[in-house]
């Protein structure tokens, strides 16, 4: 490929053509379709291994978004997928890290992006990609492009290079269980720093104003499993009638990584609130061992929906003024089982369903909020301890002048 120089990315118009379609077939789910409506076969042969090696649908759908994005850069530019080099993949980081992402209807009440919230201290997702969305975006590519060396031996060249000391699976190749995994002596080429912030928790007082906030049984019961029992939005939602054990406290949800069953334990409150919600529906949803748990309220009834769920939360953080998501109420529960000295790490990392204890361990770090208001609470104990004991006299001055001086006890000092 001839040396290209540096690209004006700032100048360069990506055209927003081809799409992601469901097809609705269950051995391949989406397909990428270019300008002319043809399926990309790379791109359709690629989520085909993906699908067989058990990916879910939904990464199929998200890896085939992203490589839409590479797709479309590649058409701007006029090179082919499979003669893409450094230079592509460099221009392409610098290209979605200085563009803007496409504007969306608003509501005319929403925040200014990348605003931050002063009730949750959370802020509204900015005009730009963030840096996680452009590290996923890399790792989407490259695995794309590794395939097709593997499989058919071209193109020669990944055009986004592991990080050093990743090559081959030689960094964690004799990996102990008993230590934490080892990371790259440096980050991959074109692959953005990401910062690592605390897991934001709902303080206790907000959620109770959150919790006083939700009008409907259905509601209160979602939201009391999602915080006892720390599962996934999509984990809880997916819990069919015949998985409920009242009798053992627990409900049992299909792990998003492993597909495997595991039974939770929740909280009393929880089926109590579900006892409610499932008296006011009997007679209008269906009921059986296999039928879903969760539906909505307004005819014709059907199974909630993540959006649905999501909609919950949307008009409470309305009526709060808050930005709260569901995925909080998964870091509110982790940060309460970590601060019960009865629980180990281990527990809560089978109650969370991390693969690895390291996962688990951001949990013990104190979120920032909880800095300060030790901190404070230190400085007022000092403050306190200041008031009771006064400090000694400094050396070369003499208790008893003092004492006459300003009324105090003689305090021991040098003479």
Known sequence: MADVGIRNVAALTVERVGRVAETGDPLQPFALLDEH?????????????MLADDARPASLRSYAYELLSWFRFLRAIDVAWDAAGRAEARDFALWLKTVRKPSRPRRSDAPAPG???????????????????????RTVIRSFYEYHRDMHGRPLINPFPAAEGAEEGRLNAHHSPMQAFRQPMRRAAYQPKEPRPAPRVIPDQAFNELFASLTSNRDRALIAFYVSTGARASELLG????????????????RKGSRTLQHLPASADAFVWLRLYQQETHGLVPRGASEPLWWTLRRPFRPLTYDAARMVFTRVN?????????????HSAAKRMIRDPDLTLADVQWVLGHAHITTTEVYTNPAPDEVVRHVLAHHERQRRRGEALPAPPAPGYRPEALAALF??????GEA
């Open 37 to 49: 409506g043809v399926e990309v076969a790379a791109v359709g042969e690629f989520l085909h291994h």
């Open 115 to 137: 605003s931050v919230n002063p009730l949750t201290g959370k802020a509204a997702p900015g005009q730009y990609y963030a840096p996680r969305t452009r590290r996923h975006a």
């Open 239 to 254: 819990v069919v009638q015949g998985l409920v054990a009242p009798q053992d406290q627990t409900v049992g949800v299909l």
């Open 318 to 330: 309305q009526f709060l003024g808050a930005n709260w998501t569901l995925h909080d109420l998964r």
């Open 407 to 412: 009324g105090t006890p003689q305090m021991s």
